[in-house]
């Protein structure tokens, strides 16, 4: 089946520090690459929506300058969370789809900001 | 506009008894519905989709799910539960057509598996 690969699994580091979070699709060429944050016991909410090539579409309540999304490439798509602070902490997932068909999730990644 | 319910965050079975996980959706549009499974520290798996063609709908693990219109419901069951069964479960929900866009998770359920 259609693999996502999600890199870092965990981070930890200092508040202010920019944190930056790869997703890939390892068999299959994404055309759309989303990305979620799922806070601890909660559903996952919907962050943005990125295209290859061009601009993310955000979520309302989601700050484009902080949450810096690149889908750069069909197979690469990268979350930057900038000047990271501890309310910055969550579980953040990526998933991709092909046309048609449904998402693929990465394995998430674990920040904690300190 | 689309949302998804799940009736109880926490449900409790014993090994080998049915489960029954409770989805109900609302959508402005005919529904693509989806359960997905997450174990802890991991991403989510796909376990069944409904996409407007057979009402009941199998899945992987053995879990099948059954779409029903008239209660807006998409419940999932699995006749004999298992310890690798445990884990958390989510409904979800995503309108067609292109339904595969914008996808509306419930809140989750975690179901525990008792020896």
């Known amino acids: 089946g259609a693999v996502v690969s999600q890199h870092p699994s965990r981070v930890i580091c200092k508040s202010g520090t920019s944190v930056k979070i790869e997703c890939r699709s390892l068999d299959f060429q994404a055309t759309t690459m989303f990305w979620y944050r799922q806070f601890p016991k909660q559903s996952l909410m919907l962050m943005a929506t990125s295209n290859e090539g061009s601009k993310a579409t955000y979520e309302q309540g989601v700050e484009k300058d902080k949450f810096l999304i690149n889908h750069a490439s069909l197979t690469l798509s990268t979350l930057t969370v900038t000047s990271a602070h501890p309310e910055d902490s969550s579980f953040y997932i990526c998933?991709?789809?092909?046309?048609?068909?449904?998402?693929?999730f990465g394995d998430g990644t674990r920040l904690s900001i300190l | 506009a689309q949302s998804v319910t799940q009736l109880g965050s926490h449900v409790s079975v014993s090994e080998g008894a049915l489960v029954l996980l409770r989805c109900n959706y609302s959508s402005s549009v005919p529904p693509y519905l989806f359960w997905y499974v997450q174990y802890p520290n991991q991403g989510l798996q796909l376990l069944l989709k409904?996409?407007?063609?057979?009402?009941l709908v199998k899945g992987i693990n053995g879990f099948e799910a059954e779409f029903k219109k008239s209660e807006t419901s998409f419940h999932l069951t699995k006749p004999s539960a298992h310890m690798s069964d445990a884990a958390e479960y989510f409904c979800a929900v995503s309108g067609a057509p292109g339904g595969y866009q914008k996808v509306t998770f419930g809140i989750g359920t975690k179901l525990q598996v008792i020896p």
């Open positions: 998933s991709a789809r092909q046309p048609n068909q449904p998402q693929h």
């Open positions: 409904y996409t407007s063609a057979a009402t």
